[in-house]
């Protein structure tokens, strides 16, 4: 079982910069591929960003690539989205999630593929 908790979202000016935080209950926490996703008002919930157990690998999305960027500590069971240079459009929840207790295959991209999730951060990027 693991537990989720987001913190960080806000209200930013367009072109500035958030950090989410994600802070993992548990013990199977360097066991689980961890992803970032987003959902606006009246779309659909949206990949942002994945991770590896190790922190190596990591996916991030073609609308965030180049500004967003995903890490981890295991040592610290958290997981981070560092955002720079914030879009209007990057206005929405954001969710952090775990995927199967020691699942090791490729980075999972699907929401329906992540076992659980927090209770989401709002950020609002004005222009």
């Known amino acids: 079982q693991v537990q989720l908790v987001e913190s960080g979202g806000g209200l930013v000016q367009a072109g500035g910069s958030l950090t989410l935080s994600c802070a993992a209950s548990?013990?199977?926490?360097?066991?689980?591929?961890m992803g970032w996703f987003r959902q606006a008002p009246g779309k659909e919930r949206e990949f942002v960003a994945a991770?590896?157990?190790?922190?190596?690998?990591?996916y991030l999305a073609d609308s965030v690539k180049g500004r967003f960027t995903i890490s981890r500590d295991n040592a610290k069971n958290m997981v981070y989205l560092q955002m720079n240079s914030l879009k209007p459009e990057d206005t929405a929840v954001y969710y952090c999630?775990?995927?199967?207790?020691?699942?090791?295959?490729?980075?999972?991209?699907?929401?329906?593929?992540?076992?659980?999730w927090g209770q989401g951060t709002q950020v609002t990027v004005s222009s």
């Open positions: 548990g013990r199977t926490f360097s066991t689980h591929v």
């Open positions: 991770i590896g157990w190790s922190g190596e690998s990591t």
């Open positions: 999630a775990a995927g199967p207790v020691s699942y090791g295959g490729t980075l999972l991209l699907a929401p329906e593929r992540y076992v659980y």
